[in-house]
């Protein structure tokens, strides 16, 4: 999902996330697809959230992988229209919380954005964990559906505090 023009929608979501990756190719546009499909199946109201995905070293405009299509699509998802987006200082900041997905990215972001660097923590953290989620690129399919299964696990344990960090002030 591309969210360039968030700035047109800042102050209409009360919930601002976005899922930051490596090349915005298979974990965070996976995360994407699994956090909004979670908000509609617990009953959260999708229209109040603006969630999306970056990668800190994407290219723009690339698909999701292969593999990360078949995963999702496994599930009933489709990000067949993903496209990837560079994880800028602008977009960073028009999101109240950033999930990581490794602690490299995490310690980029708050060194190179210290204007978002409260607002930047690792998926597992929602969790009370300092983990990271392994990158399946290049692996097989049920090594991305494995990656699917921990980063969902992690939304549903971890949603009462991402709620709360992805909460508009």
């Known amino acids: 999902m591309m969210v360039e023009n968030i700035s047109i929608h800042k102050g209409l979501y009360t919930y601002y996330i976005l899922f930051v990756c490596t090349a915005n190719q298979c974990r965070s546009p996976m ?26 070293y994407a290219y723009p405009n690339y698909p999701a992988t292969a593999h990360a299509q078949s995963a999702m699509a496994n599930r009933g998802l489709d990000i067949t229209k993903h496209q990837s987006q560079p994880a800028t200082e602008s977009l960073l900041e028009k999101h109240n919380l950033i999930l990581c997905m490794e602690l490299n ?65």
């Open 31 to 56: 995360a994407e697809a699994l956090f909004k499909e979670f908000l509609e199946k617990t009953g959260e109201i999708p229209n109040k959230w603006m969630v999306g995905s970056a990668g800190l």
């Open 105 to 169: 990215h995490k310690r980029t972001i708050k060194r190179n954005f210290p204007s978002v660097a409260a607002s930047v923590f690792l998926l597992y953290e929602m969790v009370g964990e300092e983990r990271e989620i392994w990158d399946p690129v290049g692996s097989s399919l049920s090594a991305y559906e494995k990656t699917a299964d921990e980063i969902l696990s992690i939304i549903e344990k971890g949603f009462g505090k991402i709620k709360k960090l992805a909460q508009s002030t």
